[in-house]
C-alpha cells in the first residue's frame, strides 16, 4: 500500500510567522510531488509542484524535497490569515499510472 | 472559464437512484482523473481516463461504479443504486498528456444521498 504521511495538525502560527508543513511517503519509485491548498468546502488548488531533490521558490512558498529520506515540505513565509486553510501533499507514484496519492491535510490556521 | 467544469455542483439522489457526474477538462488536457472525498477524509484516487480509454481503475469499487471518457462530449462518472455511503464531494482533475503534469481540479460534485 503506498502512503502518504502528512501531522494532521492542527497547526497554529502567528501573522508573519514561518509555516512549515511536512510529508513523508512510503514508495521510492515515486517521481513528483504536490502541494495542494483546500479552503473549508472548496476544491484543491495547486500550490507548488516539485520533480527534483532541493528546494523550490515561489513567492512566499518553498517546496522541499530529500528522495534519500522520502520527505518534502512545504514553507510558507511572511503567514497571512488568507493562508488558513488544509494544505494536501500528494505524490505521483509512477507505475505507468498518473494517479495521485494523497495525504490526509494538515489544517493550518494563521492569527492575526 | 478555461478551467475544469463539473456539474452538477450539488445532486440529491434517494436511495437506489442512479447518479451521473460530469467533467470537462481544462481546454489543452487530455488526461481526467475523479477523487472522491469523503467527509473528514483526504482524497481517495478513483479513475484514471484518456479520451476512450480507462487507463487505471484501481480506486473504483467494484460494483455500481462506472466511468468513461468519450471521443466528444465530458467524462462521466456514474452511480448505480446509489447508498448512503456514496455521500461524498467527488472532484474531477485534468493534466495535460505528458507525463507527471499538475493535475489541475474542478469546482467539484456534492453528492448527498436520502
Known amino acids: 500500500q503506498k502512503e502518504v504521511e502528512q501531522n494532521s495538525g492542527p497547526l497554529s502560527v502567528p501573522e508573519g510567522a514561518i509555516a512549515s508543513l511536512n510529508c513523508t511517503y512510503s514508495d521510492r519509485g515515486s517521481q513528483s510531488f504536490f502541494w495542494y491548498r483546500q479552503y473549508s468546502g472548496k476544491s484543491p488548488e495547486l500550490i507548488m509542484f516539485?520533480?527534483?531533490?532541493g528546494d523550490k521558490e515561489d513567492g512566499r512558498f518553498t517546496a522541499q524535497l530529500n528522495k534519500a529520506s522520502q520527505y518534502v515540505s512545504l514553507l510558507i513565509r511572511d503567514s497571512q490569515p488568507s493562508d488558513s486553510a488544509t494544505y494536501l501533499c500528494a505524490v505521483n507514484v509512477g507505475g505507468g499510472s498518473e494517479k495521485l496519492v494523497f495525504g490526509k491535510g494538515t489544517k493550518l490556521t494563521v492569527n492575526p | 472559464n478555461a478551467g475544469v467544469m463539473q456539474n452538477p455542483r450539488h445532486l440529491v439522489r434517494r436511495r437506489g437512484q442512479e447518479a451521473r457526474l460530469r467533467c470537462s477538462p481544462m481546454?489543452?488536457?487530455?488526461?481526467v482523473y475523479w477523487y472522491r472525498q469523503l467527509p473528514e477524509e483526504g482524497l481517495k484516487f478513483m479513475v484514471y481516463l484518456q479520451k476512450e480509454n480507462i487507463i487505471d481503475e484501481s480506486g473504483m469499487p467494484k460494483e455500481r461504479f462506472s466511468a468513461e471518457f468519450p471521443k466528444e462530449g465530458p467524462s462521466i462518472l456514474r452511480i448505480q443504486q446509489v447508498v448512503r455511503g456514496d455521500s461524498a464531494a467527488y472532484f474531477c482533475a485534468s493534466s495535460p498528456e505528458f507525463s507527471n503534469q499538475p493535475q489541475h481540479f474542478g469546482d467539484g460534485t456534492r453528492l448527498s444521498i436520502l
Open positions: 516539485i520533480y527534483s531533490n
Open positions: 481546454k489543452g488536457h487530455s488526461h
